[in-house]
């Protein structure tokens, strides 16, 4: 596609269910990043896939997230037992070199 | 500890007029440093890069500059118009790590 898709934009679930999302990165594009944005905050950095090498997690808040993405294409991003605090705008974003980065609209999650 | 402070704090300006929004870090040694745009409900989008060894960016109507004694980029649109108007991201990238640091973002209002 001509821009880095992602999807659902909306989710809204219930304290306690897991939650995939979903990210399609620009074709060719082989860096895959994970960030959340709180209300009015920035973006926090959650995941960096890049290539084949393992990906960097250092950003994930604790055990109940967990990202994959399968080759230079699809991620997804996984919230187990999801609690209020996760509620948030997840944005990926994908690029060719590291420096310079395309967003998604990104998925608004929301636990009740 | 590492630190990128934007003035969270709207910026007000008349249409016509320079705005000019500020980026300041501690404790990182940033070997790039990027603006990024985001608009309500859209993912960022990037303005600009300038390296370590660059004192000044320009493109169109956008400056910015990048001292790394004082460790601050300042972010300049000159002849603002309304449409300007949104969040301007700041964002570090070391040339070792692997994720790009983002600041909290300061929201920009041109007003007719």
């Known amino acids: 596609g001509a821009g880095v898709s992602q999807s659902p934009s909306n989710k809204v679930t219930e304290k306690g269910k897991d939650v995939e999302l979903r990210c399609d990165p620009i074709?060719?594009?082989?860096?895959l990043y994970w960030y959340r944005q709180r209300l009015g905050q920035g973006l926090e950095f959650l995941i960096y896939f890049q290539g084949n090498s393992a990906p960097d997690k250092s950003g994930l808040p604790s055990d109940r997230f967990s990202a994959e993405r399968t080759g230079e294409s699809v991620s997804t991003l996984t919230i187990q037992r999801t609690q209020q605090e996760d509620s948030a705008v997840y944005l990926c974003?994908?690029?060719?070199?590291?420096?310079?980065?395309?967003f998604g609209s990104g998925t608004q999650l929301s636990v009740l | 500890s590492q630190k990128i402070e934007q003035n969270s704090e709207a910026l007000n300006i008349q249409e016509g007029k320079t705005a000019t929004l500020t980026c300041n870090y501690t404790?990182?040694?940033?070997?790039?440093l990027q603006w990024y745009r985001q608009d309500p409900g859209r993912g960022p989008v990037f303005l600009l890069l300038?390296?370590?060894?660059?004192k000044e960016k320009r493109k169109e109507r956008l400056k910015v500059t990048f001292d790394t004694t004082l460790k601050q980029s300042l972010f300049h649109i000159t002849a603002s118009q309304p449409a300007d108007s949104a969040t301007y991201l700041c964002?570090?990238?070391?040339?070792?790590?692997?994720?790009?640091?983002f600041g909290g973002g300061t929201r920009l209002m041109v007003k007719p």
């Open positions: 964002a570090l990238g070391i040339n070792a790590g692997n994720m790009l640091t």
């Open positions: 074709s060719g594009h082989t860096a």
């Open positions: 974003a994908s690029s060719l070199y590291r420096e310079k980065l395309f």
């Open positions: 404790n990182y040694s940033p070997a790039y």
């Open positions: 300038i390296r370590e060894n660059e």
